[in-house]
């Protein structure tokens, strides 16, 4: 006699519990629940293969419901899904670690009910014909994915352990961005840091695997018709078979990934090694998703974090910034013996600009500035906002000579902006240059001393020139910045 699969239903919305009941009685046994409690005392006695569990009702919720059927030993092992209309990404992992094996969000798909009622309850018959070092693989994926917060290394993780045991040519994980894009994130011929984009109309078997959901399995690639459009690309290829198993969740969480395994056994693909996929991706599906919830979280944390040391109108670096780097770039600059320079201008008659032009016109011009200082700074560069319209760079690993360079393309740049809200009125900057090698200079603020009387040297020198700390007199240049190299090259 056939064994028809038992998916108990708990929810206080009656329509709901109606209209999932009647789609789904032509594939399972369906019961009901209306309430926590009695879901709770149903469960061990009608030993349901799946539990469709509503998160939000009245009395006990689903997140209570789901921990306490989890620690009884008679309903710990049925897969639970929670039914939620709650989208914030904080919910989902709450729900997840309260134990559930998967998600749906009202309002909900039907077809995707189903696809995700069948993924669960087909584990079970996936076990069937594995040998013993099989479990244990499994077992250990597991363990190995579960503790992991970092997709790409859940990613490697799963073709290492699969490459070994199915002793497959080529074992990969391709995922799918959201504009269709196929890349090979992880490979067993792929080097850890590396990843390769698929053109996808030569995988006509990924696209399938994308379209249906359903696993696609090629056990003679000269002859399949699936690959007919590709025979050119691969006449000269030994392998003889491949199968692709979508790991298929919200594809707002992780997009979708896929298990993909070729080999050149003329056998095709066995049955184990069909098994063993299926279940290397459901094990892998919420690892995988609970890691990109984890990572999406990580990266706005750091969004915020980088927000928090930029300055709001230049998004240059902000003044308490600029001292934690420096402090961190004269330690390593003193411990290393490597050199470190720092440049350090005002914008001249900067008052006069916010007078005639008025304030807006001032952000503006100080919005120019910055623009050029991001353009020409490197990426181990510390530029910054000092305050006003004072502006530092600390350039490391940056002798005399390459600092002055900055410096005079700084000036130069500057001085070329013609800024429409100012009638292209030409912006001038006076500049400080100094360095560690050039001087005895025995901290980081004295640096930056340095720096800074070396600035107000070249504003009492008339301004719109450059002044070295590691020279004798100020170096001044004219329009033409390097019109005076005569008079002596910068240090």
Same mark, same amino acid.
């Given at each position: 006699?056939?064994?028809?699969?038992?998916?108990?239903?708990?929810?206080?919305?009656?329509?709901?519990?109606?209209?999932?009941?009647?789609?789904?009685?032509?594939?399972? /046994?369906?019961?009901?629940?209306?309430?926590?409690?009695?879901?709770?005392?149903?469960?061990?006695?009608?030993?349901?293969?799946?539990?469709?569990?509503?998160?939000?009702?009245?009395?006990?919720?689903?997140?209570?419901?789901?921990?306490?059927?989890?620690?009884?030993?008679?309903?710990?092992?049925?897969?639970?899904?929670?039914?939620?209309?709650?989208?914030?990404?904080?919910?989902?992992?709450?729900? =997840?670690?309260?134990?559930?094996?998967?998600?749906?969000?009202?309002?909900?798909?039907?077809?995707?009910?189903?696809?995700?009622?069948?993924?669960?309850?087909?584990?079970?018959?996936?076990?069937?014909?594995?040998?013993?070092?099989?479990?244990?693989? =499994?077992?250990?994926?597991?363990?190995?994915?579960?503790?992991?917060?970092?997709?790409?290394?859940?990613?490697?993780?799963?073709?290492?352990?699969?490459?070994?045991?199915?002793?497959?040519?080529?074992?990969?994980?391709?995922?799918?961005?959201?504009?269709?894009?196929?890349?090979?994130?992880? +490979?067993?011929?792929?080097?850890?840091?590396?990843?390769?984009?698929?053109?996808?109309?030569?995988?006509?078997?990924?696209?399938?695997?994308?379209?249906?959901?359903?696993?696609?399995?090629?056990?003679?690639?000269? $002859?399949?018709?699936? =690959?007919?459009?590709?025979?050119?690309?691969?006449?000269?290829?030994?392998?003889?078979?491949?199968?692709?198993?979508?790991?298929?969740?919200?594809? $707002?969480?992780?997009?979708?990934?896929?298990?993909?395994?070729? +080999?050149?056994?003329?056998?095709?693909?066995?049955?184990?090694?069909?098994?063993?996929?299926?279940?290397?991706?459901?094990?892998?599906?919420?690892?995988?998703? $609970?890691?990109?919830?984890?990572?999406?979280?990580?990266?706005?944390?750091?969004?915020?974090?980088?927000?928090?040391?930029?300055?709001?109108?230049?998004?240059?670096?902000?003044?308490?910034?600029?001292?934690?780097?420096?402090?961190?770039?004269?330690?390593?600059?003193?411990?290393?013996?490597?050199?470190?320079?720092?440049?350090?201008?005002?914008?001249?008659?900067?008052?006069?600009?916010?007078?005639?032009?008025?304030?807006? +016109?001032?952000?503006?011009?100080?919005?120019?500035?910055?623009?050029?200082?991001?353009?020409?700074?490197?990426?181990?560069?510390?530029?910054?906002?000092?305050?006003?319209?004072?502006?530092?760079?600390?350039?490391?690993?940056?002798?005399?000579?390459?600092?002055?360079?900055?410096?005079?393309?700084?000036?130069?740049?500057?001085?070329?902006?013609?800024?429409?809200?100012?009638?292209?009125?030409?912006?001038?900057?006076?500049?400080?240059?100094?360095?560690?090698?050039? $001087?005895?200079?025995?901290?980081?603020?004295?640096?930056?001393?340095?720096?800074?009387?070396?600035?107000? /040297?070249?504003?009492?020198?008339?301004?719109?020139?450059?002044?070295?700390?590691?020279?004798?007199?100020?170096?001044?240049?004219?329009?033409?910045?390097?019109?005076?190299?005569?008079?002596?090259?910068?240090?």
């Amino acid at each position: 006699m056939l064994c028809v699969p038992k998916v108990l239903v708990v929810d206080d919305d009656k329509f709901f519990r109606v209209a999932l009941k009647d789609a789904l009685r032509d594939r399972y /046994q369906v019961f009901e629940s209306a309430d926590g409690d009695e879901a709770i005392n149903l469960a061990p006695e009608i030993r349901p293969d799946l539990i469709l569990l509503d998160i939000e009702m009245p009395g006990r919720n689903g997140l209570d419901i789901c921990k306490t059927l989890k620690k009884n030993d008679l309903t710990k092992s049925i897969p639970i899904i929670l039914v939620t209309s709650r989208t914030g990404k904080k919910d989902i992992l709450i729900g =997840l670690h309260a134990g559930a094996d998967d998600y749906l969000t009202k309002p909900i798909y039907l077809p995707e009910v189903t696809a995700r009622i069948d993924s669960h309850l087909c584990s079970k018959r996936y076990y069937s014909g594995l040998e013993h070092r099989d479990l244990l693989m =499994l077992l250990d994926l597991s363990n190995a994915v579960t503790v992991m917060r970092n997709p790409m290394n859940i990613l490697r993780m799963i073709v290492q352990k699969m490459a070994e045991a199915v002793q497959s040519s080529r074992f990969s994980i391709v995922s799918v961005d959201s504009s269709g894009e196929l890349f090979v994130k992880a +490979s067993s011929d792929l080097a850890a840091d590396a990843e390769i984009k698929l053109e996808k109309s030569r995988y006509p078997e990924i696209r399938i695997a994308i379209e249906s959901r359903r696993a696609v399995t090629i056990n003679d690639m000269r $002859n399949d018709p699936v =690959l007919e459009p590709v025979r050119q690309f691969i006449a000269g290829l030994e392998l003889q078979s491949i199968l692709v198993v979508p790991i298929i969740k919200k594809e $707002n969480a992780i997009g979708t990934f896929l298990l993909r395994t070729a +080999s050149t056994s003329k056998e095709g693909i066995p049955t184990r090694v069909f098994n063993l996929c299926h279940l290397a991706a459901n094990i892998s599906a919420n690892a995988l998703e $609970n890691a990109a919830l984890f990572e999406s979280m990580k990266t706005a944390q750091e969004l915020l974090e980088e927000e928090s040391v930029r300055d709001g109108l230049t998004r240059l670096f902000t003044h308490q910034h600029f001292y934690e780097r420096l402090e961190e770039e004269f330690s390593r600059a003193k411990r290393y013996s490597e050199p470190l320079s720092m440049i350090f201008f005002d914008v001249d008659n900067f008052k006069r600009i916010n007078d005639t032009y008025g304030h807006s +016109s001032g952000d503006e011009v100080l919005r120019g500035i910055g623009r050029v200082i991001r353009q020409l700074s490197r990426e181990s560069d510390v530029p910054a906002r000092y305050g006003g319209e004072e502006f530092a760079i600390l350039l490391p690993n940056t002798h005399g000579h390459g600092a002055m360079e900055m410096a005079r393309r700084l000036k130069s740049i500057i001085r070329d902006l013609n800024l429409a809200c100012i009638n292209g009125e030409m912006v001038t900057i006076s500049s400080g240059v100094t360095t560690l090698a050039a $001087n005895e200079v025995q901290s980081f603020g004295q640096l930056l001393r340095l720096a800074d009387k070396a600035m107000y /040297q070249a504003k009492a020198a008339g301004k719109d020139c450059i002044v070295s700390t590691s020279q004798t007199s100020c170096h001044v240049l004219n329009q033409d910045p390097f019109a005076d190299e005569a008079s002596g090259p910068p240090v």
